[in-house]
């Protein structure tokens, strides 16, 4: 009798209840703190940096042609006497600038189109998916430089190469986000009533699909800063004597050993750049959806 008071037999069964994981902070991450903190330096560089220097960046002094970095030359000075430190903060404008537009635009076009293949369907899906896969099973690379090419050189007709070339990643995403939300009950429920179309797609539908697609944006960010690079430094995109860093790297190449700084300062400043914006983008990805599910892997099916 007294065992069995001190240890009664269970009558029923309780399961065990999932404790939820805490969602992780933005800047949990020592890599993302990192990479914040690089990009507080490089960005207001960018903006602040042109306007304190004393170089203009297309000023030429055939005299100091070529002049290694020192005192009056931080990062040294080119084939044409140009001050490097000048024109790669001038350039890092160019190139960010140009990749923040062509995911802008990527964004709203690919958004609208996938809305639109995802909530009405039929033919209007069978076409916008199918363009997209035609699309997505080319590099991105390679479309932009299509494009870049029929539009005609410059920075503005490179950004527009490549913001065609990311429309596909966001047509698969918004497609499928507003597949599985408009299969949900509400949104049932708000057609039996009569609601509007529009205004379930405004209400409850975009919604929805807001942070999936501003993540895949985040992470398309250092993609499209390295594409508008590569795209002036094949000769189709950024126009001499405009400083941009695929250009700068592109007339770099002939001073490869005579002057290697040429090239170090834009390689580096598109390294530095592109890769804390990526380890940043990670950390958005991993605080919004702790289940680690990649929005990049679903739109690439």
Same mark, same amino acid.
């Given at each position: 009798m007294t065992a069995s008071r001190r240890f009664p037999i269970p009558t029923r069964y309780y399961p065990r209840r999932r404790i939820p994981r805490p969602r992780p902070s933005l800047l949990s991450r020592p890599s993302a703190r990192a990479a914040l903190a690089v990009l507080i330096v490089i960005l207001p560089a960018l903006g602040l940096g042109p306007l304190l220097l004393e170089w203009e960046p297309n000023v030429m002094q055939v005299d100091d042609a070529l002049r290694p970095p020192g005192?009056?030359?931080?990062?040294?000075?080119?084939?044409?006497?140009?001050?490097?430190?000048?024109?790669?903060?001038?350039?890092?404008?160019?190139?960010?600038?140009?990749?923040?537009?062509?995911?802008a635009a990527a964004l709203v076009v690919g958004s609208a189109l996938g809305i639109a293949a995802g909530y009405w369907g039929g033919v209007v899906d069978e076409v916008l998916s199918g363009v997209a896969n035609v699309l997505l099973a080319f590099p991105g690379l390679l479309l932009a430089l299509v494009f870049s090419?029929?539009?005609? !050189?410059?920075?503005?007709?490179?950004?527009?190469?490549?913001?065609?070339?990311?429309?596909?990643?966001? *047509?698969?995403?918004? !497609?499928?986000? *507003?597949?599985?939300?408009?299969?949900?009950?509400?949104?049932?429920?708000?057609?039996?009533?009569?609601?509007?179309?529009?205004?379930?797609?405004?209400?409850?539908?975009?919604?929805?699909?807001? *942070?999936?697609?501003l993540t895949v944006a985040a992470l398309n960010l250092g993609?499209?800063?390295?594409?508008?690079?590569?795209?002036?430094?094949?000769?189709?995109?950024?126009?001499?004597?405009?400083?941009?860093?695929?250009?700068?790297?592109?007339?770099?190449?002939?001073?490869? !050993?005579?002057?290697?700084?040429?090239g170090l300062a834009p390689g580096a400043a598109i390294a530095l750049t592109v890769m804390s914006s990526n380890l940043l983008?990670?950390?958005?990805?991993?605080?919004?959806?702790?289940? !680690?599910?990649?929005?990049?892997?679903?739109?690439?099916?």
């Amino acid at each position: 009798m007294t065992a069995s008071r001190r240890f009664p037999i269970p009558t029923r069964y309780y399961p065990r209840r999932r404790i939820p994981r805490p969602r992780p902070s933005l800047l949990s991450r020592p890599s993302a703190r990192a990479a914040l903190a690089v990009l507080i330096v490089i960005l207001p560089a960018l903006g602040l940096g042109p306007l304190l220097l004393e170089w203009e960046p297309n000023v030429m002094q055939v005299d100091d042609a070529l002049r290694p970095p020192g005192s009056q030359h931080w990062l040294g000075t080119d084939r044409f006497g140009r001050d490097v430190l000048s024109r790669l903060l001038h350039g890092g404008r160019v190139s960010v600038v140009a990749g923040l537009a062509s995911v802008a635009a990527a964004l709203v076009v690919g958004s609208a189109l996938g809305i639109a293949a995802g909530y009405w369907g039929g033919v209007v899906d069978e076409v916008l998916s199918g363009v997209a896969n035609v699309l997505l099973a080319f590099p991105g690379l390679l479309l932009a430089l299509v494009f870049s090419w029929l539009l005609g !050189r410059g920075v503005e007709q490179a950004a527009i190469g490549v913001a065609i070339a990311g429309v596909p990643t966001y *047509v698969r995403v918004a !497609r499928a986000q *507003v597949r599985q939300v408009s299969r949900t009950a509400y949104i049932r429920a708000a057609h039996a009533v009569g609601v509007p179309p529009f205004r379930i797609l405004l209400r409850h539908v975009l919604p929805n699909a807001v *942070v999936p697609l501003l993540t895949v944006a985040a992470l398309n960010l250092g993609w499209a800063i390295v594409q508008v690079s590569a795209l002036s430094f094949l000769g189709v995109g950024a126009r001499p004597p405009q400083a941009e860093w695929g250009l700068m790297l592109s007339e770099a190449r002939a001073y490869v !050993r005579q002057a290697p700084w040429l090239g170090l300062a834009p390689g580096a400043a598109i390294a530095l750049t592109v890769m804390s914006s990526n380890l940043l983008a990670d950390a958005v990805e991993e605080s919004l959806s702790p289940s !680690r599910h990649s929005y990049l892997r679903l739109a690439r099916g």
